[in-house]
């Protein structure tokens, strides 16, 4: 199963975008990117998954480059609320490997 | 729907106790799965459930079984509690397909072991 780095920690100011990129140089061919937000003393929630090229939903947006050794997520103008740790994750669900590996995350802290 | 509950939220255990943490989820998803994360680390898989009757161990399933009788259910036991199984447990759920990877979590029980 591929295994993920990405920055521990971002700081960002409100309304300006925040793009945090993930590695992932061992992508299997089935394996789908996915990107999960926590907030402290909550489960995570799903944010947005793709493939490749670039996928986009009302929250934010995922680029995937052609070879998808890294994916980078897009946070349009962020507030305070954006807050939270973000975590890249790499898998499929083939028979043999329904797992998810969760790596330490991205810290996000907006600042005001 | 309530999604994905978890019982109790908190919990104080002595070494050596035995309990059981329960999950259940109301939308009918296949797949299960039970997490734990410690202070400032990511989540880590314990074992997880493609459907009712079928289990799988994870990355740390040594200290813990799990069964699945029913589709809504997943409890997860610990059979002899240790401090280092000290932590915070998440229970999840999603479909299978391309939709496994839309996990919906639990809110979590946080689990001391003294």
């Known amino acids: 199963l591929a295994k993920t780095t990405q920055p521990i920690s971002m700081d960002s100011y409100e309304g300006q975008e925040v793009n945090i990129t993930c590695s992932h140089n061992?992508?299997?061919?089935?394996?789908?990117i996915t990107w999960y937000q926590q907030f402290p003393s909550q489960g995570p929630r799903f944010i947005i998954q793709g493939y490749k090229t670039k996928v986009t939903n009302e929250v934010a947006s995922l680029f995937i480059p052609a070879d998808r050794k890294s994916s980078t997520l897009s946070l349009p103008r962020v507030s305070l609320s954006d807050t939270a740790v973000y975590y890249c994750?790499?898998?499929?669900?083939?028979?043999?490997?329904?797992?998810?590996?969760f790596g330490t995350g991205t810290s996000l802290t907006v600042i005001p | 729907n309530a999604g994905v509950t978890q019982t109790p939220k908190f919990q104080v255990l002595k070494t050596g106790q035995s309990m059981t943490l329960q999950c259940a989820q109301d939308m009918n998803h296949e797949y299960m799965s039970w997490y734990r994360q410690d202070p400032g680390m990511g989540l880590r898989l314990i074992h997880y459930s493609v459907g009712a009757g079928i289990t799988d161990q994870g990355e740390v399933p040594n200290g813990y079984n799990v069964s699945r009788s029913t589709t809504e259910d997943f409890p997860l036991r610990l059979l002899s509690a240790a401090p280092s199984q000290t932590s915070v447990y998440f229970c999840?759920?999603?479909?299978?397909?391309?939709?496994?990877?839309?996990?919906?979590f639990g809110p979590g029980t946080r689990l001391t072991v003294t």
């Open positions: 061992n992508i299997a061919t089935n394996d789908y």
């Open positions: 994750l790499v898998g499929d669900n083939t028979n043999t490997g329904n797992q998810f590996y």
């Open positions: 999840a759920s999603s479909y299978g397909g391309t939709d496994f990877y839309e996990q919906y």
